[in-house]
Nanobody, 125 residues
Framework: QLQLVESGGGLVQPGGSLRLSCAAS????????IGWFRQAPGKEREGVSC????????KYADSVKGRFTISRDNAKNTVYLQMNSLKPEDTAIYYC??????????????????WGQGTQVTVSS
C-alpha cells in the first residue's frame, strides 16, 4: 500500500523555523517527483515547492522563495521542507504529494497522484 506521512508541523513564533518531513512507505521515492502543498482555511490549495526525481529541478512559489528549501534523501525515502523566517501567512495545513509522471511545473500547479494526510503549521506570537 502506497503511503505518504508528513511530520514536523507545530506552533512557531514569527521569524522561527520548522522542518517538515514526508516519509514514503510501500514504494520507492526515487521514481517520483514530490511536492509540498498547503491550504489555509478559506483559501485554495497552493503549490509551495516541488522537486524532481533526482532533485535536479526545483520550483518554489514566489511567496516562499528565499525562505523555504526543499530537499530529498532517497536513501531514507524521505523529502524535507525546511521553512525559515516563518510568517503568520504561512499558517496552513501542509501536505506532500508524489507523482511518477508529472513534471515539476505540472505537479506544483495540479498536485500529485498520491497524498499524505497533512500536518498543521501555525505561525503566531
Amino acid at each position: 500500500q502506497l503511503q505518504l506521512v508528513e511530520s514536523g508541523g507545530g506552533l512557531v513564533q514569527p521569524g522561527g523555523s520548522l522542518r517538515l518531513s514526508c516519509a514514503a512507505s510501500g514504494f520507492t521515492l526515487d521514481y517520483y517527483a514530490i511536492g509540498w502543498f498547503r491550504q489555509a482555511p478559506g483559501k485554495e490549495r497552493e503549490g509551495v515547492s516541488c522537486i524532481s526525481k533526482r532533485g535536479g529541478i526545483i520550483k518554489y512559489a514566489d511567496s516562499v522563495k528565499g525562505r523555504f528549501t526543499i530537499s530529498r534523501d532517497n536513501a531514507k525515502n524521505t523529502v524535507y521542507l525546511q521553512m525559515n523566517s516563518l510568517k503568520p501567512e504561512d499558517t496552513a495545513i501542509y501536505y506532500c504529494a508524489a507523482d511518477q509522471w508529472a513534471t515539476v511545473q505540472v505537479m506544483c500547479a495540479r498536485g500529485g497522484a498520491y497524498w499524505g494526510q497533512g500536518t498543521q503549521v501555525t505561525v503566531s506570537s
